[in-house]
């Protein structure tokens, strides 16, 4: 495996899965996490209202391949830490006998998934420490949870903007898709600094995040974000704003600069 932590929590450096749970109004932050947290607030006033609506698309894009696709299988990369309505709760709502493995390198995420390994019994929850800078490894302990030769649902919500080089994410992508079966999907949101999206406040908000936070995050265009999905079939609406993919009814909601998609392998 590829962790390297000590066991040790740090609680003296802010980090992003606790900053989020503070923008998503949960609990388990800390002083420091809610200081860089409404820091970066100041700057990207928008914020909390990105990390709300990717997990709003987390929760239509799985419906989606619960209930209609016919996905049983989920292997959900950089989970972050458990809010309402994860993966697993969604897809076996949908479909029972749904098998979810969540992949994160973060001691405090794995500690409070642990309490939250409970699926249906006819479905399957686990838990991997792995890194998503290395794919292999988490194919081969997602392997002992998953069948890789039936489709399997890749969902990178918020992940590859942790992976600083633009090559380098690709090639994680391309490993983890060539390891599942055509019929698998990809599931992929990333932060933008793109104007069409109002993602100019994410400049400096990233550039304070990575002078007092970690791990360090970048944006990305239309066209990178795009090029991850190269070889699949990318499903209706294409490439938009999370938030305006497949939205419910009502409102039309506004645009965060947060690109969201769903392809297929074909």
């Given at each position: 495996?590829?962790?390297?932590?000590?066991?040790?929590?740090?609680?003296?450096?802010?980090?992003?899965?606790?900053?989020?749970?503070?923008?998503?109004?949960?609990?388990?932050?800390?002083?420091?996490?809610?200081?860089?947290?409404?820091?970066?607030?100041?700057?990207?006033?928008?914020?909390?209202?990105?990390?709300?609506?990717?997990?709003?698309?987390?929760?239509?894009?799985?419906?989606?391949?619960?209930?209609?696709?016919?996905?049983?299988?989920?292997?959900?990369?950089?989970?972050?830490?458990?809010?309402?309505?994860?993966?697993?709760?969604?897809?076996?709502?949908?479909?029972?006998?749904?098998?979810?493995?969540?992949?994160?390198?973060?001691?405090?995420?794995?500690?409070?998934?642990?309490?939250?390994?409970?699926?249906?019994?006819?479905?399957?929850?686990?838990?991997?420490?792995?890194?998503?800078?290395?794919?292999?490894?988490?194919?081969?302990?997602?392997?002992?949870?998953?069948?890789?030769?039936?489709?399997?649902?890749?969902?990178?919500?918020?992940?590859?903007?942790?992976?600083?080089?633009?090559?380098?994410?690709?090639?994680?992508?391309?490993?983890?898709?060539?390891?599942?079966?055509?019929?698998?999907?990809l599931v992929l949101t990333h932060p933008t600094a793109d104007p069409e999206l109002g993602g100019e406040d994410n400049v400096?908000?990233?550039?304070?995040?990575?002078?007092?936070?970690?791990?360090?995050?970048?944006?990305?265009?239309?066209?990178?974000?795009?090029?991850?999905?190269?070889?699949?079939?990318?499903?209706?609406?294409?490439?938009?704003?999370?938030?305006?993919?497949?939205?419910?009814?009502?409102?039309?909601?506004?645009?965060?600069?947060?690109?969201?998609?769903?392809?297929?392998?074909?």
């Amino acid at each position: 495996m590829t962790s390297h932590h000590t066991g040790r929590i740090r609680t003296d450096i802010a980090h992003n899965a606790r900053v989020w749970n503070h923008w998503l109004r949960g609990k388990d932050n800390y002083p420091v996490d809610r200081a860089v947290g409404d820091r970066v607030t100041s700057l990207h006033p928008g914020i909390g209202e990105v990390a709300r609506a990717d997990r709003a698309f987390l929760g239509r894009a799985v419906t989606y391949l619960a209930a209609e696709a016919g996905i049983r299988q989920f292997l959900d990369i950089g989970t972050g830490l458990p809010t309402a309505d994860n993966t697993h709760e969604v897809a076996q709502r949908a479909a029972p006998d749904a098998r979810i493995v969540y992949v994160d390198n973060d001691p405090i995420v794995l500690t409070h998934a642990r309490a939250l390994l409970t699926g249906t019994p006819q479905g399957a929850t686990e838990y991997v420490d792995a890194d998503a800078h290395h794919p292999g490894a988490i194919l081969a302990a997602a392997g002992r949870t998953l069948d890789l030769a039936r489709p399997v649902a890749v969902m990178m919500l918020g992940i590859l903007n942790f992976v600083l080089d633009t090559d380098e994410a690709r090639r994680i992508v391309r490993t983890l898709m060539a390891a599942v079966p055509s019929g698998s999907h990809l599931v992929l949101t990333h932060p933008t600094a793109d104007p069409e999206l109002g993602g100019e406040d994410n400049v400096a908000a990233m550039e304070f995040w990575n002078a007092n936070a970690t791990p360090p995050i970048t944006a990305r265009t239309r066209e990178e974000f795009t090029s991850f999905l190269e070889g699949l079939q990318v499903l209706e609406p294409g490439v938009v704003s999370c938030s305006r993919w497949r939205p419910g009814p009502g409102q039309p909601p506004s645009a965060v600069a947060q690109f969201g998609a769903v392809a297929r392998k074909p």
